[in-house]
């Protein structure tokens, strides 16, 4: 009995080095990730911030957009389908974000 607890004692040490050595691996792979990842937080706090701006201000963007128009017709309507499509990137972006909070255990904000 007692050779059989001193086999399993060393499988539980070994086992324990090789998680641990598992762990420090998986750390060093993740390093360069987090400041990816600080820039992503960074960028869309940024939007999140003028999308803020632009609900308070609407007058301005309406005057901007058709100073645009006004200008040079055929590039407001380009800006326009680029400010389409970089909107519905951020609603699908926001969603990703909403799973990626509650994965990561920050509490998830509800669009407005």
């Known amino acids: ?5 001193l086999v399993l004692a060393e499988r539980r040490a ?3 080095a090789r998680a641990q050595a598992e762990r420090e691996t998986i750390a060093a792979l993740m390093k360069p990730a987090d400041g990816a990842t600080l820039v992503a937080i960074s960028a869309f706090r940024a939007a999140q911030r003028a999308l ?4 308070r ?5 309406v005057a ?3 100073l645009m128009a006004a200008l040079r017709p055929a590039r407001a309507i380009n800006w326009l389908a680029k400010g389409w499509s970089l909107w519905r990137l951020y609603r699908g ?3 990703w974000w909403r799973r990626f909070e509650t994965f990561a255990g920050t509490p998830a904000r509800e669009p407005k």
Request: no cysteine.
């Open 14 to 16: 070994r086992l324990s």
């Open 1 to 5: 009995m007692r050779e059989r607890l």
């Open 57 to 61: 201000h609407p007058l301005i963007m």
């Open 52 to 55: 803020a701006e632009a609900r």
């Open 93 to 95: 972006a926001s969603g």
């Open 64 to 66: 901007g957009v058709a």
